[in-house]
T-cell receptor, first 113, second 115 residues
């Protein structure tokens, strides 16, 4: 069966510091991968998605970037965090065939101080 | 523009009462539809989905939803609420555009279950 991991689970970082969140998927090949942010009391905002290694699509311009160095690894990064980057970050995957549901990881709670 | 609307950001029901969470979408073409549940500080878990076929879909934990094309709705119901159903529920829609399985999510409905 497929599983998705995210780490760290929680993170407290000062403004201006770098960020690296990691997501890995097991038990499947060539998944589509997604990064979402969920701000307090709000819905999910799609940040990035990837259909293959090195292929990244950005949904909204912002202070973050994403990379996919391996088939089942998706990384969310920032060079300098802003207070507004605080939130709950969720990684998700879906099978490579379109029109399927997404499966979510446990999330990373990021607090920027 | 294509969109998803969840009516009511908070819904409170008594234990044993009917649960009804509303979801409407805006699209000229019937999309694929999903309901997810999120417990505090956890990821989202798929409750059920509609793609094609029978319009009444049964999911996990006793939930079901009915796709009504004429009303562009996909409301989530459960006959009898349990305390363990207290969580946030998200309706999501896959419109027939673009690549990957990009989903558009509603803003969520927080379900409170009282004794």
């Amino acid at each position: 069966s497929q599983t998705i991991h995210q780490w760290p689970a929680t993170l407290v970082q000062p403004v201006g510091s770098p960020l690296s969140l990691e997501c890995t998927v097991e038990g499947t090949s060539n998944p589509n991968l997604y990064w979402y942010r969920q701000a307090a009391g709000r819905g999910l905002q799609l940040l990035f998605y990837s259909v293959g290694i090195g292929q990244i699509s950005s949904e909204v311009p912002q202070n973050l970037s994403a990379s996919r160095p391996q088939d089942r690894q998706f990384i969310l990064s920032s060079k300098k965090l802003l207070l507004s980057d605080s939130g709950f970050y969720l990684c998700a995957w879906s099978p490579p065939i379109a029109r399927n549901e997404q499966y979510f990881g446990p999330g990373t709670r990021l607090t920027v101080t | 523009a294509q969109s998803v609307t969840q009516l009511g950001s908070h819904v409170s029901v008594s234990e044993g009462a009917l649960v009804l969470l509303r979801c409407n979408y805006s699209s000229s073409v019937p999309p694929y539809l999903f309901w997810y549940v999120q417990y505090p500080n956890q990821g989202l878990q798929l409750l059920l989905k509609y793609t094609t076929g029978a319009t009444l879909v049964k999911g996990i934990n006793g939930f079901e939803a009915e796709f009504k094309k004429s009303e562009t709705s996909f409301h989530l119901t459960k006959p009898s609420a349990h305390m363990s159903d207290a969580a946030e529920y998200f309706c999501a829609v896959k419109f027939y555009t673009g690549t990957a399985s990009k989903l558009t999510f509603g803003t969520g409905t927080r379900l409170q279950v009282t004794l």
